[in-house]
């Protein structure tokens, strides 16, 4: 696992802002406080969504004896968000640590793509021709490009699925 | 005494030995391979298991976790690329002893330091785990409802940089948990008429999309980041060195401290192997002579954290088998292989199935024999694996994940619900928060509502019933003082590094 990033002090991670306010002073925003406004904003809707709309929806009240059926789903859900509100407090009174430096989504994107396709493909032609064309779409999504192994790593995957098959797993 | 003849039969049968050699083989390509973490190759082994009995499947992933925590080192030493995260303080000094003309010294001494730990930690678990599980069988479910929480509030504050992240991971683990058939009225919960959920989410697609099919995700992005860098990685050439007597003196007292480091490590819940590795460094460190050179290419380096590393597995299955409580990620899956035939973890075990626990206690032990063979005659075979390209790893795994969902229930539905639950952990680990406290909770959940339901049930909803349970209370308060304790040291530089810690 890569080593995290030292953080850098607070001092480095504020920018100071001019108030209008009426002594004139100023005051610092931490660039951290909007991706924390952010993350806040999502957990703890998602949290309330699920609590008012998704469990109630998807629960029966339950009958007369015993607990009610949604007990701990709500119970999960509010926690959750208070949790995020926690965790938003948190955010504002100290820096996070830096995030650690990740490759930019785009790169993962043909990957998914290529899973995506691949579940279609078995859905639709079975498992032999879909694992092998999984396999293909995943090579060139890693920018794969000899012609070899382009080749040969579908049909083996396709080889593989058949055997399996034939085996009655 | 009858029961462990028995189980020492089960565990010598030809397929449950065999299924040990395949674990173990299949382990250290596991190990050795950069892109494949133990976790996610466990989950992947699952479903090779359904068709075994139950004593030769539990044998053989437990061979595969054995053998990937010991492969694992080969990677770290030779190319300086751990093929597990709890490798990688192996490379302090593996590496700089294999750029020294010493790979053969430092890849035997990981070896026999690995067994030497396992085997210790496996002892230790016949020991306690019984003990353990008589005295948890006095426990309440206010008592089990409370361990549970501490457990899961250690577990959240380990296994990433945030204790809250962690927390919320864990706790949306046991919401998910909760999908299925309420276990009191039996009525269908946040099932949508979707069928298929009705015996809640697939245990087996879980595991396998949140850790193997985001791997995979995670790998491939990586590779290709690194392919537009144009990084390449570094090969190292192998040499003629050899472990000598003087040598295994030198370094035995360090391999006996890790290896209690490393129980330690498995005994507490969420610690895991990448963190008991490098506690194993920094106390070798510590207790260093005049003359070592640790990161240097200090032999004490690579035996004390390979020797933790390997302690930790044998040892998280105390608190599994003693209280049902997957003490790591790899003891979570091999939970779900226990319920695949029909074996629920915890107390009850050594009063139900007695035959198998010792059987399975057996074949730990026939494990760590066939590692040490393995790993000694192949020594040179598997640092070659290590050399697989990455690109050739992920489609193959890709499909694997997808053929192993699907035989656990065969509908494709597992499959979705893979791809559902990948995406969403490879998100959840992109933005800090944990996969494997996740998967903790889910697999904790059913157990951790039927502790709660009844701590309810029997308290009257009364929390002044805490009072007459000095044991929940001690584990409460020890929840809260992990949480006070964990808050303070979470800023920077104060907590345990990011670098340490990783999935189970």
Known sequence: MPKAKPSKPLSRQTETVPQNSQNGGRFTRSPSFLPAVAEFAIVAGLSLVFIFIVIPAGTSPGGEIGLPPDLLPKAAAAAIGVLALAQFVFSCVRPAPDAEARPPVGHVLPLIGATVAGVLAVRFVGWEAGGALLALLALLAMRERAPLRLVVVPLAVAAVLFAVGEIGL | MENLFLGAMDAFEPLAVFSVFCGILLGYVVGVLPGLSRPAALAIAVPITYYL???SAIAFLIGVTKASAAGGATGAIMLNTPGEPSSAATCFDGYPMAKAGQATKALKTALFASVFGDIVATLVLILLAKPLASFALRMGPLEMTSVMIFALMFIAALS???LTRGLISGIFGLFL???GLDPESATPRLTFGVIELYDGVPLVAATVGMLAFTEMLVQGETYIANLRKGVAPEMMKRDCSDLTWPDVRRVAPTVLRSTGVGIAAGIIPGLGPTIGAFLAYAVAK?????GDRFGEGEIKGVAATEAADNAVLPASMIPLFAIGLPGSVSAAI?????????VIPGPLIFEQYPR??????????????????????GLHFFARIGRVPIVLIVPNVLVLCLVGVFLERHQLFSVYAMLVL????????RYGYSVVTFLIGFVVGPLFELSLRQAIIVSNGDPAVLVDHPIAVAFLFMALAAAVMFLKRERPGGAVEESVRGPG
């Open chain 2, 53 to 55: 009995s139950p004593i």
């Open chain 2, 160 to 162: 990433g940089k945030s």
């Open chain 2, 177 to 179: 948990a909760t999908v």
């Open chain 2, 286 to 290: 510590k207790s260093a002579k005049p």
């Open chain 2, 334 to 342: 091999l939970v779900s292989a226990f319920m695949i035939h029909g």
């Open chain 2, 356 to 377: 198998l626990i010792y059987g399975i206690y057996v074949s730990m032990i026939v494990a760590s024999v066939c590692m040490l063979l393995v790993g000694r005659i």
């Open chain 2, 422 to 429: 990948g995406l969403l952990g490879y998100v959840m680990q």
